[in-house]
């Protein structure tokens, strides 16, 4: 498998536009989850999902920020307006159990200016 | 400039010394813990795990120990090289809950 792959790697963006961060799962791997990692804050949980459906979103920090998972292969992480606090990496995982070891992608790295 | 970030504990060690990365954990109920590796500009990457039921666990060049009474997990890196320069992360599970990740841990390693 290739593991978890997203896109794109790297992303500038002027403040008030909307921003589509990318991700494919390791196939079989029934967990997905969303972070976000910053100098200022390290590496956070935005959302996971099982099975596709959204479980906890508590880590989203405002409704600027949504994600979806519309089949196992595939989510996406959309940040509507992106503000140049929204700069960090973004990096998506999976796993077989949500409690068990976590596969990272290489991150998209957001730039808003 | 960039604001003020995270202060991550560094380790500076010198090639082919061993080092010792520790990890204070922070819920009693977790049961399962797992060591990542990040190097710069990758995700994280995993190295080894240990379940609560255990006390220490070795892979290649890495041992995990477990102390559960004082809520401590620490990462032994044998005869350390240059290439295991990063930032370490451990990560608990609380009972059956997603994994919960610490600050990190930045280790130097010099020829």
């Known amino acids: 498998d290739a593991g978890v792959i997203q896109s794109p790697r790297h992303e500038v963006t002027e403040m008030g536009q909307e921003v589509t961060l990318r991700c494919k799962p390791i196939?079989?791997?029934?967990?997905l989850f969303w972070y976000r990692q910053t100098m200022m804050r390290g590496l956070e949980l935005l959302i996971y999902?099982?099975?596709?459906?959204?479980?906890?979103d508590s880590g989203m920090p405002e409704d600027r920020f949504s994600a979806k998972m519309p089949n196992a292969s595939f989510s996406t992480l959309k940040i509507q307006p992106s503000e140049p606090r929204d700069s960090a990496v973004y990096f998506c995982?999976?796993?077989?159990?949500?409690?068990?070891?976590?596969?990272f992608g290489p991150g998209t790295r957001l730039t808003v200016t | 400039g960039e604001s003020v970030g995270l202060h991550l504990p560094t380790l500076s060690v010198q090639e082919g010394d061993n080092s010792i990365i520790n990890c204070a954990y922070s819920?009693?109920?977790?049961?399962?813990f797992i060591w990542y590796k990040q190097e710069s500009g990758k995700g994280p990457q995993f190295i080894i795990d240990?379940?609560?039921?255990?006390d220490k666990r070795q892979g290649q060049r890495v041992t995990v120990l477990l102390n559960k009474t004082v809520k401590h997990l620490s990462l032994q890196i044998a005869a350390t090289q240059p290439g295991d320069s990063a930032v370490y992360f451990c990560?608990?599970?609380?009972?059956?809950?997603?994994?919960?990740f610490g600050t990190g841990t930045r280790l130097l390693v010099s020829p």
């Open positions: 240990i379940r609560s039921n255990m």
């Open positions: 999902f099982n099975n596709n459906v959204p479980i906890d």
């Open positions: 995982a999976s796993s077989q159990d949500r409690g068990r070891e976590q596969y």
């Open positions: 196939s079989g791997h029934d967990y």
């Open positions: 819920n009693s109920a977790s049961d399962y």
């Open positions: 990560a608990e599970r609380p009972g059956f809950q997603k994994l919960v």
